[in-house]
């Protein structure tokens, strides 16, 4: 039992120092990382709500989302080497269902949209990564390798290997396989312009054929 908790725990920490170059050593992750604290005192709280101890795995996940502004049900199904990258404001609901290899940064809220006691909140396969600020809500699946843009809203499945940005989030790349999966926040193509581009054209393609060459009076 001992042996499986620190290999754990040294998976936790391998994991931020692979995916946060911020961390420089061992003694700043475990003492400065709100992800990992909170990470720690959801494995125990989950402990406790799988054998149906009432109340206090409720009390401390109260206590972490106090300590840490990170907001885990202990309900809620993780995977090995999750992540949350600086945290303050994540939520994971009661029936949220994370893989492996999970990302998030700070602001995610995986929520339910329904007020019945029934499988409410998302499920995020392997290797899914979420920007900051992003909200995904209901019964919804994120296929493996996933990428969901900061700032978006999804309400729909979204398909393996795709990225999804906007409100509500649209797939603008599906299939890719760059920068070792890495989610480039500065590289997604917004939708809405892309669409107000092709109109454009459209437009102007239109223009020509009534007015030919000469300008638009």
Known sequence: MLIKIFQTLKEDIGTIYRKDPAARNLIEVVFCYPGFHALLLYRFAHKLWVSQIPVIPRMISTFARFLTGIDIHPGAKIGRRFFIDHG???????????????????????????????????????????????????????????????????????????????????????????????????????????????????????QEMVYGNKPNT
Not at 111 to 127: A, D, I, V, W, Y
Not at 137 to 142: P, R
């Open 88 to 206: 303050m404001g994540v939520v994971i609901g009661e029936t949220a269902e994370i893989g492996d290899d999970v990302l998030l940064y700070q602001g995610v809220t995986l929520g339910g949209t329904s007020s019945k006691s029934e499988k409410r909140h998302p499920t995020l396969g392997r290797g899914v990564v979420v920007g900051a600020g992003a909200k995904v809500l209901g019964n919804i699946t994120l296929g493996n390798y996933a990428k969901i843009g900061a700032g978006s809203v999804v309400v729909n499945d979204v398909p393996e290997h795709s990225t999804v940005v906007g409100v509500p989030g649209r797939i603008v790349v599906q299939k890719i396989f760059k920068d070792n999966g890495v989610l480039m926040h500065n590289r997604i193509p917004d939708p809405i312009t892309c669409e107000l581009n092709r109109l454009k054209y459209e437009i102007k393609d239109l």
